[in-house]
């Protein structure tokens, strides 16, 4: 894998992590709030439970009251059984704080030893709600200490002679410690919501109050039997998730807030470990693919190195291996160009000095081709005839004699056949040069090379001079030599005679072979006549 397929899959790795994390809170956020929620609603409906059966024991009573009342005629102050009755429901009833009997005026008709005397009744508040339709009318009273407040239900009585109000009251202790119960955590909020805003009482001791229409209370009531809504409370800026519940027939809601800080902890306490888990996961896949893509790229350099070192070691080899063949092949000429001298001096008595640079300096180019190639183990065959037949080692400028080039380029051939054709081909522009326009003769010398075929090629030396038979009698110790060449590079010697000499040398086209050159090439050399 490529650097940048690893760093995509770590920074995949990576964005699955969040986008795994944030899906998951999300989704557990709302799992959150959805099952607080219901335990919300559930717990606000434990609240108004409690405040109907409250209410509903007061509302008895006062029926209570009114058949007693309804049976006894006359004027309500003088019946002193019916203020004993009064006395009697406050004392059985331990919550009690007070009941009475007000006139339409709001006055005090009789009263129990409960009631405050001094409570100034909101008469105006009650004709008010009662002529918006609401039979019974809930209120708190209002007294210098707020420990003293009463929740009071009133509704209106007819009786025989006499029209009023009746008002029970309950002590808010029993209340709040009902609504501590439910809400047992100090920043944990449970309350009785009136329809029209009027908060009346909470789980702390703490005075009433008018909630604003724009509330976000008032707003989730609107049209609601139940339902939830989140809020930052205006009594302690606390900001809690409500869930309230509408007491039936009755204008009053149940109100439970839970603090969206202890929501909060709540959902992380759940999501934390996810979290932990899916971030060591991706972690451990970010760490993991590092080192993987380190361990990768230390094998790489290392199949590297290891592949380096093969192929130095081989080309170490193969130079070795050309140096022992060079060595052997240098053995060889030197061996050869000895041999030459040696049959010079044989057959002459003497060294022809010209003779003799001209084959050194063939042997000397092949070996320079060979140099210039490098790595190759062959040469190119064309070049090496047109750099010969170029050369004043062979062709004196001093002559008159103009040489023609038709020279394919490209045939390449192994050492093992450049040398000996090289020779061969140095002897023959050698005996063009020297027997086929003696004395000076100007003439023209012509060197054709082209393939012939995928496998085999042809050189081509012709002249137009005085041609073999002229010289009848001289001993061609050249032209023994190259038969022995030519024998050597397998190739194939035709002399045509006419104008001049044209020699044919057809030979094929063979690489480089790695085979040491036989002793018996010397031999044969030495021993051509």
Not at 271 to 282: D, E, R, S, T, Y
Not at 494 to 513: C, K, S
Request: net charge negative; charged share 20%.
């Amino acid at each position: 894998m490529k650097s940048a397929q690893f760093a995509a899959l770590r920074l995949g790795a990576c964005i699955l992590a969040v986008c795994g994390m944030a899906v998951w809170g999300v989704w557990s956020w709302r799992e959150e709030i959805t099952t607080l929620e219901e335990q919300g609603l559930a717990k606000s409906r434990l609240i108004a439970l409690y405040t109907e059966r409250l209410i509903q024991t007061q509302l008895i009573l006062q029926e209570a009251l009114l058949r007693d009342l309804s049976v006894q005629p006359g004027e309500l102050p003088g019946f002193e059984r019916f203020g004993s009755l009064l006395t009697d429901i406050e004392t059985l009833h331990n919550a009690s704080g007070g009941v009475a009997i007000l006139d339409t005026e709001g006055r005090i008709r009789e009263a129990g030893p409960l009631y405050p005397q001094d409570y100034v009744f909101p008469i105006d508040d009650y004709h008010a709600a009662s002529a918006q339709g609401t039979t019974v009318y809930i209120g708190r009273t209002n007294m210098p200490d707020a420990v003293s407040d009463r929740l009071y239900v009133a509704r209106d009585f007819s009786a025989p002679g006499l029209e009023g109000i009746f008002v029970s009251m309950v002590t808010l202790d029993s209340v709040r410690a009902f609504l501590q119960q439910v809400a047992p955590q100090p920043d944990e909020a449970a309350s009785l919501l009136r329809d029209d805003g009027y908060l009346m009482l909470r789980r702390n001791v703490s005075r009433p109050m008018m909630l604003d229409p724009a509330a976000p209370a008032m707003q989730a009531l609107q049209g609601q039997l139940a339902g939830s809504y989140r809020a930052v409370a205006v009594s302690d800026g606390v900001d809690r998730l409500y869930a309230f519940t509408r007491l039936s027939d009755l204008p009053l809601v149940a109100n439970y807030g839970m603090p969206v800080s202890a929501v909060r902890a709540g959902w992380l306490w759940r999501v934390g470990p996810i979290w932990m888990f899916v971030g060591l996961l991706a972690l451990f896949i970010y760490v993991l693919a590092g080192r993987i893509r380190r361990a990768m790229e230390l094998n790489v350099e290392a199949l590297e190195t290891r592949q380096k070192l093969e192929a130095t070691q081989k080309v170490a080899e193969q130079r070795a291996r050309l140096m022992q063949e060079l060595s052997h092949r240098v053995k060889n000429n030197l061996a050869l160009v000895l041999a030459l001298i040696d049959r010079q001096i044989r057959t002459r008595g003497r060294i022809e000095p010209a003779e003799l640079r001209g084959r050194i300096m063939a042997i000397a180019e092949v070996h320079s081709m060979l140099f210039a190639a490098g790595d190759r183990y062959d040469l190119d065959f064309g070049r090496l005839i047109d750099r010969l037949s170029s050369s004043e080692a062979l062709i004196p400028p001093e002559r008159a004699l103009t040489v023609e080039r038709d020279v394919e380029t490209g045939i390449r051939i192994g050492p093992d056949s450049a040398v000996p054709l090289a020779l061969a081909a140095t002897e023959l522009l050698t005996n063009a040069v020297k027997h086929a326009h003696p004395d000076g003769r100007p003439g023209r010398i012509h060197v054709g090379l082209h393939r012939i075929d995928p496998d085999c090629a042809q050189l081509t030396i012709s002249d137009d001079g005085v041609g073999i038979v002229a010289v009848k009698g001289t001993r061609h110790s050249g032209l023994g030599i190259v038969e022995a060449l030519v024998g050597q590079a397998d190739a194939t010697l035709e002399r045509r005679d006419g104008d001049g000499t044209r020699f044919i040398l057809t030979f094929p086209i063979r690489g480089h072979v790695t085979v040491d050159l036989p002793a018996g090439n010397v031999v044969r050399i030495a021993a051509a006549s």
